[in-house]
């Protein structure tokens, strides 16, 4: 369907003024100088979850390009993996400029916006985020920002992996007294977490495996073969260290 068609059809009261104004989001590319980028900046209007920059490979200077552009475009941005070696020197950059910065803890991700005005309001969907060790967080802040970009409240528990199992009863316990909606379970190693958790509670879970662990299934892949193998239903598994995706698609189960 092009354009005039759209708008004929508001004319002619086929479609309302929202699904007119989702139609026409398949229109909205902004194109970044010499085809660095095709920007889908009203993605959020078609699928409710905005773009997000994947930092990885990107030159300093495309990434600046595309993440001012964005900024200019809707007052915030989350960019996800930077490369370590620059994430400060972008914080600074845009802290300078008079934007907000929040870059979590141990995280690679960064989300950079205006003001609390400029992002998307808080609805009525809430997220557990849960992280198996201490070197797992960086992972879990990933889907905390996820989760706020989504319009969703979180209530995050980090280190209670089950080498110490007892840890797990109170934070489970406080977010099914807040209701949540879903819940994200991270864990490296052997990925046993989310496996547990599934069987504690009655909502969805979803899995992040991370590639802390060594040896014989290291990188992650015995935590990704774990979390694959269980026999406790009400897990979904994103890939390894896929903190972005994990939040992304528990604030979809939320906000519905």
């Known amino acids: 369907m092009d354009l005039k068609d759209i708008l004929l059809d508001y004319r002619n009261n086929k479609k309302s003024l929202d699904e007119v104004i989702d139609s026409l989001s398949l229109f ?3 194109h970044i100088e010499n085809q660095v980028a095709q920007l889908d900046v009203n993605r959020s209007h078609r699928k409710l979850v905005p773009e997000i920059v994947l930092a990885t490979h990107k030159k300093p200077r495309d990434l600046l390009l595309i993440v001012n552009r964005i900024l200019q475009k809707k007052g915030y941005v989350l960019v996800s993996k930077i490369n370590p070696s620059f994430i400060k020197k972008l914080g600074d950059y845009f802290d300078k400029m008079g934007y907000i910065v929040d870059n979590g803890r141990n995280s690679t991700s960064l989300l950079i916006y205006k003001d609390e005005s400029s992002l998307p309001r808080i609805r009525e969907g ?82 992040v495996p991370t590639s802390i662990g060594y040896g014989f299934g290291g990188n992650g892949v015995g935590a990704l073969a774990s979390m694959l193998q269980t026999c406790s239903f009400g897990l979904s598994i994103v890939n390894i260290d896929n903190g972005i995706g994990g939040g992304i698609f528990a604030s979809m189960i939320a906000n519905k």
Do not use: F, Q
């Open 126 to 207: 809430k997220v557990g985020i849960i992280c198996a060790g201490t070197s797992d967080i960086g992972i879990a802040e990933e889907a905390r920002l996820a989760t706020r970009v989504m319009g969703c409240s979180s209530y995050v528990s980090y280190d209670v992996g089950i080498a110490g199992i007892h840890r797990l009863i109170g934070p489970l316990k406080e977010m099914t007294l807040e209701k949540v909606d879903a819940i994200v379970a991270i864990a490296g190693m052997e990925g046993a977490l989310p496996v547990v958790v599934t069987s504690l509670v009655n909502v969805p879970v979803i899995g």
């Open 28 to 30: 909205s590319i902004e």
